[in-house]
């Protein structure tokens, strides 16, 4: 994986050192709130119901398992023992007391982690299908060109105050698990006909209170390319990106009244003036540099005559949990942390600590989150595998709910955030309770249900078979539920199914829709085939009916 | 005007004599306006590419970063420093501290801070990071790493 070099290190020193003078000109009072505030953003720091929190990059999903441990040493040492990972590749740490900030970056320094600019207006934390180089069909391993791109618009110098946020994701594989039509920027690796490589680009879209999927600005930009045509995007973006409404800041305002053409005819003007810039072009000297340091640590193995163990719980479990691997004998396999009545993405710092070293000894020190606030390990063998769900049961780790409807999407709701409208979590755990039944769970099959407290979408309700979005009715709370929205495949916003509903029906509701599905499916049909198929009206009929 | 500082590492010029107009006052008589010899103030709306043509009739430009979210200020000064190749000075008025590194990078010669941060020390923040990771319109004194 990816290593940091020296001057990497130092340059991560430099910005906790800015960072901390910052702070101190804030607490003596030599910083106002509004600077203090963009400036703190930009370093993943947020000011919640509670206390402080502060959002950790993972880049790509990818951890060390040294890195785990000195994010639990974090839990432990300045929040109240646990974290919880996002749908975007980051953790977040939800009791951070103000002065100790600087320490806490400085810990994360030591082991190459960092808060750049996990939030505030400019280039988030690029995301990548957490399963990149183990996959059978890849186009190619979106990591490194991953990596050349958040380098490069790390603390830009022209594009550090965008109108608003800017969220990237890059994917190298046929199916899309990174979802790239619901970001600012979407960037698919393909072969042209000469079979160079190169990036299709879609942009301005989004969820939130107006979910758009992006429009294809150019069909292919040669992968050499690509940096500045970024560039330009940006860069008109930065010009007439809307800044006078706090609502319409993000670049998809801009793509839609301009209209996508017309869009991508001024990124084009302005991307002609700079496409033939030698400084702007890929450097291939650090790309092939960044292919060896994501290079897989593994090589195939003969595994034949093996015999897998048949214990019952462990075939349901690896039914549900493992996955093949491109290289032979090798299983990737996903650990679900979802547990009743525990927030989803929440992991303690022991659970942390007890993961980082069955990584260590399954899975080559190495684990990767998903956007499903799962844990991957990524390199276990085969014949291994029995042994790994051993351990997690033992620590009660070995939940079989990845890949059913209990492995439930939810954000931190208003339990944690101020921004939030209704509970998240707790929803959650009435779904899983209403629900706890492997039997009846293996028959429902992958239904995904994501759940987001406010209108920010952050569980990405949009694109799930069942999204909740949180609302408050006359001091109530509501949601509103959007059915069939799916990425992978090709990507569609969930449709609203009609009146949002209050806290206390709202599992009913879900039950009836899930029986719905059952009642009318038919062999291998998904939920979004079955809805594609009937049609929302016999949902809504039995939901309101 | 306030006090302006030219890091030594900054072109420098005497342009304390020049008469600053704005951006409207510009297009309305550019043309009388260029015999003068004037420099201008161009806010973050006004639209940069309709002097792109007049460049050599201005003597200077004051970029105007008051409003610290706003970022339409950098990439005026990458347009008039990299893609254009301005000679004058590229000044930014109403700098905020936190932001100089920024500024400077994107291509502006010398800068006047705000008022409120009289007294602070500027190197702090106009060379807060000794290393780089993008191509720029000013990577001075930097180590480049991309």
């Given at each position: 994986m990816y290593k940091y070099s020296e001057k990497d290190r130092q340059f991560l020193v430099e910005r906790v050192d800015q960072f901390e003078k910052q702070l101190n000109r804030y607490l003596s009072g030599d910083l106002d709130e509004d600077k203090f505030r963009s400036l703190r953003l930009r370093n993943g720091l947020y000011m919640e119901l509670h206390a402080h929190m502060l959002r950790v990059a993972i880049p790509y999903g990818i951890l060390s398992s040294n890195q785990l441990r000195a994010l639990a040493d974090v839990a432990d040492k300045y929040d109240r023992g646990f974290g919880h990972f996002t749908t975007r590749q980051n953790i977040q740490f939800n009791w951070?007391?103000?002065?100790?900030?600087?320490?806490?970056?400085?810990?994360?320094?030591?082991?190459?982690?960092?808060?750049?600019?996990?939030?505030?207006?400019?280039?988030?934390?690029?995301?990548?299908?957490?399963?990149?180089?183990?996959?059978?069909?890849?186009?190619?391993?979106?990591?490194?060109?991953?990596?050349?791109?958040?380098?490069?618009?790390?603390?830009?110098?022209?594009?550090?105050?965008?109108?608003?946020?800017?969220?990237?994701?890059?994917?190298?594989?046929?199916?899309?698990?990174?979802?790239?039509?619901?970001?600012?920027?979407?960037?698919?690796?393909?072969?042209?006909?000469?079979?160079?490589?190169?990036?299709?680009?879609?942009?301005?879209?989004?969820?939130?209170?107006?979910?758009?999927?992006?429009?294809?600005?150019?069909?292919?930009?040669?992968?050499?390319?690509?940096?500045?045509?970024?560039?330009?995007?940006?860069?008109?973006?930065?010009?007439?990106?809307?800044?006078?409404?706090?609502?319409?800041?993000?670049?998809?305002?801009?793509?839609?009244?301009?209209?996508?053409?017309?869009?991508?005819?001024?990124?084009?003007?302005?991307?002609?003036?700079?496409?033939?810039?030698?400084?702007?072009?890929?450097?291939?000297?650090?790309?092939?540099?960044?292919?060896?340091?994501?290079a897989l640590p593994i090589q195939s193995i003969n595994l034949n005559g093996f015999q897998d163990d048949i214990d019952f719980n462990y075939s349901i479990w690896k039914k549900n949990n493992v996955r093949n691997h491109k290289v032979s004998g090798y299983s990737i396999v996903n650990i679900s942390l979802t547990k009743l009545g525990a927030a989803p993405g929440d992991?303690?710092?022991?659970?942390?600590?007890?993961?980082?070293?069955?990584?260590?000894?399954?899975?080559?020190?190495?684990?990767?989150?998903?956007?499903?606030?799962?844990?991957?390990f990524p390199f276990v063998r085969k014949d291994k595998v029995f042994n790994l769900w051993e351990s997690l049961e033992k620590y009660d780790l070995a939940s079989p709910h990845q890949g059913t409807m209990a492995q439930i999407v939810a954000?931190?709701?208003?339990?944690?955030?101020?921004?939030?409208?209704?509970?998240?979590?707790?929803?959650?755990?009435?779904?899983?309770?209403?629900?706890?039944?492997?039997?009846?769970?293996?028959?429902?099959?992958?239904?995904?249900?994501?759940?987001?407290?406010?209108?920010?979408?952050?569980?990405?309700h949009h694109i799930a078979d069942i999204g909740l979005l949180g609302m408050q009715k006359n001091g109530e709370e509501y949601y509103q539920i959007t059915l069939a929205g799916e990425t992978l495949h090709e990507t569609n916003i969930g449709k609203k199914l009609g009146p949002s509903i209050?806290?206390?029906?709202?599992?009913?509701?879900?039950?009836?829709?899930?029986?719905?599905?059952?009642?009318?499916?038919?062999?291998?049909?998904?939920?979004?085939?079955?809805?594609?198929?009937?049609?929302?009206?016999?949902?809504?009929?039995?939901?309101?009916? | 005007m306030d006090e302006i500082k030219n890091p030594s590492y900054l072109i420098n010029k005497d342009y304390e004599s020049i008469n600053l107009v704005t951006f409207d006052e510009w297009i309305e008589d550019s043309e009388k306006l260029s015999k003068l010899g004037v420099g201008i103030i161009l806010k973050p709306q006004d639209d940069i590419y309709s002097i792109q043509e007049q460049l050599e009739l201005i003597?200077?430009?004051?970029?105007?970063?008051s409003n610290f979210d706003d970022g339409r200020g950098y990439t005026q000064a990458y347009l008039l420093s990299k893609r254009w190749k301005y000679v004058g000075e590229i000044i930014a008025i109403n700098a905020h501290l936190d932001q100089l590194q920024f500024m400077i990078r994107s291509g502006i010669t010398s800068y006047q801070l705000l008022e409120s941060y009289k007294g602070s020390i500027d190197e702090d923040y106009s060379h807060g990071f000794s290393l780089c990771y993008q191509a720029a319109a000013n990577n001075n004194g930097l180590h480049l790493q991309y």
């Open positions: 951070i007391q103000l002065p100790e900030i600087a320490n806490l970056l400085r810990d994360l320094t030591d082991v190459g982690l960092h808060a750049i600019q996990t939030s505030g207006k400019a280039t988030r934390n690029i995301t990548a299908d957490p399963l990149s180089g183990l996959t059978e069909g890849e186009i190619e391993d979106a990591r490194p060109y991953c990596e050349l791109i958040r380098r490069w618009f790390n603390l830009h110098p022209e594009f550090s105050w965008l109108p608003g946020k800017f969220k990237i994701a890059i994917n190298g594989a046929k199916l899309d698990e990174t979802a790239l039509r619901i970001h600012d920027l979407g960037l698919r690796l393909i072969k042209n006909k000469k079979k160079e490589l190169g990036f299709k680009v879609y942009v301005g879209g989004g969820l939130g209170a107006a979910a758009m999927i992006a429009a294809e600005t150019a069909s292919f930009i040669p992968s050499e390319d690509i940096l500045s045509y970024l560039e330009s995007v940006m860069r008109i973006y930065n010009l007439r990106g809307r800044r006078d409404h706090q609502k319409k800041l993000r670049i998809k305002f801009l793509v839609r009244e301009l209209g996508a053409s017309e869009f991508s005819r001024l990124v084009n003007e302005d991307w002609h003036q700079t496409k033939d810039d030698q400084e702007l072009k890929l450097n291939l000297k650090e790309l092939q540099s960044l292919k060896e340091d994501f992991t303690t710092s022991e659970q942390m600590r007890i993961l980082a070293n069955l990584a260590d000894q399954f899975s080559s020190g190495e684990i990767r989150t998903t956007k499903r606030q799962t844990i991957v954000c931190p709701g208003r339990d944690y955030c101020s921004l939030a409208k209704a509970v998240s979590i707790p929803i959650a755990t009435r779904v899983q309770e209403r629900f706890n039944d492997m039997k009846k769970l293996l028959d429902i099959g992958d239904l995904k249900i994501n759940i987001s407290g406010c209108e920010n979408s952050c569980a990405h209050s806290g206390e029906g709202i599992v009913d509701s879900i039950e009836t829709i899930v029986n719905v599905y059952i009642d009318n499916r038919k062999i291998n049909e998904n939920f979004t085939d079955v809805f594609k198929r009937i049609g929302i009206e016999a949902f809504k009929e039995k939901v309101y009916g | 003597e200077l430009i004051a970029l105007d970063f």
